[in-house]
């Protein structure tokens, strides 16, 4: 059961332009929306994250759009670099569980 | 200074045989999670401590037992090691917060289990 679904399973990105990934979630008590970046070798690391009581969050090229009546959130990363390239997870958990639910990654290449 | 570490980075043996992995954080935090991630890079939880209290057990096969020794450390003892168990194991710790919520999840950089 993939309570959390993620897309695209891959993306290439020219530099300097947008990279777009989206997620969709199915259980209404999640709270909590973290996204995680990972480098090859590494372990995952948070990026940003956000919680349902505003519908946008930025912290440098970094945004996270909310909708919570479409259970849906969204990663833009803007002026995309080559260091940006990494796989990119969404995650979901509720209040009172420290479970972190992970979507399936998404792979964002960030050519010249 | 490294936050949450993990030894060995990569441990490959032979099938039936019983492995441990060791975590430790030196971020002072309550909380500590054992993730898998799969060959198509799937991460799941498989389980949480808090303050050395087993909280979180998903449906991991007995085989595998968590222990915490304190709550700066969560080893992973696995026994009968099993083809299919080849993944990279990492550890996470947390800090409550309140409100029943926990902080953010650092992860360390993951042990790659290869079994033969």
């Known amino acids: 059961q993939q309570q959390v679904k993620q897309s695209p399973q891959s993306l290439i990105v020219q530099k300097g332009g947008i990279s777009i990934i989206n997620c969709a979630y199915e259980n209404t008590a999640f709270d909590y929306f973290p996204w995680y970046q990972q480098f090859p070798g590494k372990g995952p690391a948070l990026l940003i994250a956000?919680?349902?009581?505003?519908s946008e969050k930025k912290e440098g090229r970094f945004t996270i759009s909310f909708n919570k009546s479409a259970k849906q959130f969204s990663l833009h990363i803007m002026d995309s670099q080559p260091g940006d390239s990494a796989t990119y997870f969404c995650a979901a958990s509720k209040v009172g569980n420290e479970k972190l639910t992970f979507g399936t990654g998404t792979r964002l290449t960030i050519i010249p | 200074d490294t936050a949450v570490s993990q030894t060995p980075k990569y441990l490959v043996t032979q099938m039936g045989n019983d492995k441990s992995i060791k975590c430790e954080q030196n971020?002072?935090?309550?909380?500590m999670y054992w993730y898998k991630q799969d060959s198509k890079k799937f991460l799941k939880i498989m389980f949480s401590?808090?303050?050395?209290?087993?909280?979180i057990n998903e449906t991991v096969p007995n085989r595998f037992s968590p222990k915490s020794p304190d709550k700066a450390h969560l080893n992973l003892h696995i026994n009968s090691l099993e083809l299919g168990d080849s993944a990279v194991y990492f550890c996470a710790s947390s800090q409550e917060i309140g409100g029943g919520r926990t902080d953010t999840q650092y992860f360390g950089p993951g042990t790659r289990l290869t079994v033969l």
């Open positions: 971020l002072g935090h309550d909380t």
């Open positions: 401590y808090n303050n050395k209290e087993l909280i």
């Open positions: 956000i919680r349902p009581d505003v």
